[in-house]
C-alpha cells in the first residue's frame, strides 16, 4: 500500500511569496490612496457646487445681493436649524469637507454648539452685502473656498452654533481670503490635495475650479499679477 504525503512549502518558497505579496501592495498603496484623494476632491466640489447653487437661490429671493450684512452669519442665511422651515440647504454635512476630520471640540453632527464648518466665503471687505453685478470679472472672482487653519497637514478648525437657529446667525462669518482665514487669522501652508499643491474654489460664475495653490501661474494665493497670471487683481477684489 502506498503512502501519499502533501509537500509543504519550504521556508525559500515561503518567502519569496512574502515578498511577492509585499511589492505588489507596495505598488498598489499609492494608486489607492491617489484614488482616495481623488474621490475627496471630487466630493470637496460638489459641496462647494452646491453652496453656489444655494447661494443662487437666495440671491434670486433677495435682488442679486450677497447675503445680508443684518442677518447674521452667511451659514444661517443659507442653513435652517428647523427642518420645518428649510433655507435653501437641506443638509450641514454640505459645509464639511471630505479633507475635513472634525476632532473634539468640532464635531461633523448637527444640533451642537460645535458644528464643524469647512468653507468660507471671500473675506474681502464689503463682499458680504453687494450686489453681483458689481463683480468685474465673475470668472476670476473667488466666492467660496476651503477655510483652512495653519499647520503642516490639512487642517480646519471654523464651527458654526446649530442648536438654534438665532445662535447659528450669531456665529462668527468664516472667511477665506488667499493664504489667511479666518477666524484666527490663520496663515495657510498650501492647498487641499495633491500634496498641498492644488485647491478647489468656487467662482462668480458659479462654477468650480481645481487651482493650483501657488507658483508662476495661475493660482490661489496670487491678489497682483506676478505677470504670468493677468486673472490675479480680480480673484480676491470684486
Not at 10 to 34: H, N, S, W, Y
Not at 79 to 92: D, H, I, Q
Not at 162 to 178: D, K
Request: proline share 5%; hydrophobic share 40%.
Amino acid at each position: 500500500m502506498k503512502k501519499s504525503y502533501s509537500r509543504a512549502f519550504t521556508l525559500i518558497e515561503l518567502t519569496v511569496v512574502v515578498t511577492i505579496i509585499i511589492v505588489l501592495f507596495a505598488v498598489a498603496l499609492p494608486a489607492f490612496r491617489g484614488a482616495l484623494e481623488r474621490a475627496k476632491a471630487t466630493k470637496d466640489m460638489n459641496n462647494l457646487r452646491q453652496i453656489g447653487m444655494a447661494t443662487q437661490l437666495y440671491m434670486n429671493d433677495n435682488s442679486g445681493v450677497l447675503f445680508s450684512t443684518t442677518a447674521g452669519s452667511w451659514m444661517s442665511q443659507l442653513y435652517s436649524v428647523t427642518a420645518a422651515t428649510p433655507k435653501y440647504l437641506s443638509s450641514w454635512n454640505t459645509f464639511i469637507s471630505p479633507f475635513d476630520r472634525p476632532i473634539s471640540p468640532r464635531t461633523s453632527s448637527i444640533n451642537s454648539a460645535n458644528s464643524a464648518v469647512s468653507y468660507g466665503i471671500n473675506g474681502t471687505a464689503g463682499v458680504v452685502g453687494i450686489s453681483t453685478d458689481r463683480i468685474s470679472k465673475p470668472t476670476a472672482f473667488i466666492v467660496f473656498a476651503p477655510a483652512q487653519a495653519s499647520g503642516a497637514r490639512v487642517t480646519f478648525q471654523s464651527v458654526g452654533n446649530t442648536t438654534t437657529q438665532a445662535a447659528l446667525a450669531s456665529s462668527a462669518n468664516v472667511t477665506v481670503v488667499a493664504q489667511t482665514t479666518n477666524p484666527g487669522n490663520q496663515t495657510v501652508t498650501g492647498g487641499t490635495h495633491n500634496s498641498r499643491t492644488k485647491i478647489n474654489a468656487l467662482c462668480a460664475d458659479w462654477h468650480v475650479e481645481n487651482m493650483t495653490w501657488s507658483g508662476t501661474g495661475p493660482a490661489f494665493t496670487h491678489t497682483t499679477d506676478p505677470g504670468s497670471d493677468p486673472d490675479a487683481p480680480f480673484r480676491w477684489s470684486p
